[in-house]
């Protein structure tokens, strides 16, 4: 008669696990670089450092000053359910400051290792803290601002402003 015994040393079950959490680990480790590079040089195109995505809150810190927020939001971010809110409320003003719309944001949060490099290594330009409080998608014109004065003197040119129609 055989016996089948089962092996008592635990060393085939550690084993199974080491190379489950292995296998789990690769993948995770190869969307987390993608996510990061991208965010390297969408930090770079805003003049920022791009080392900045590395470093786990200063990268926050660095994302609130190309968005033109203050920076005593980082303690919203450390805040249980606010810091949902802020986070993706800063992530919202990061696209638009390049130019991109609430479907960009969504894709930044929820598909962030396609979105990133996209924003990074595409032909997207800075526009500056926060497009969209700045005049929308397009740069201020202003000639066209309803606020003001219509006193504007292009300090760089001795021309006088065009006529308004």
Known sequence: MQNYDLDSSPSGFVGVIVAVILAALIPILIVAVI????????????????WAAIIPIYTWIVMLEIV???????????IPCVNIIFM????NLMSKSY???EGFTIGLILLGFIFWPILGFG???YLGPSAAEAGGLRPRDPFNNPNANNNY????SNNPPPPQA
């Open 68 to 78: 033109g927020k203050p920076i005593w939001w980082i303690i919203l971010f450390f």
């Open 35 to 50: 996510t990061i590079v991208g965010k390297w040089k969408v930090y770079e195109k805003a003049g920022k450092p791009g």
């Open 123 to 125: 032909n997207y330009q």
């Open 88 to 91: 993706i409320w800063t992530i």
């Open 99 to 101: 130019g991109q719309s």
């Open 153 to 156: 003197q292009d300090p760089f």
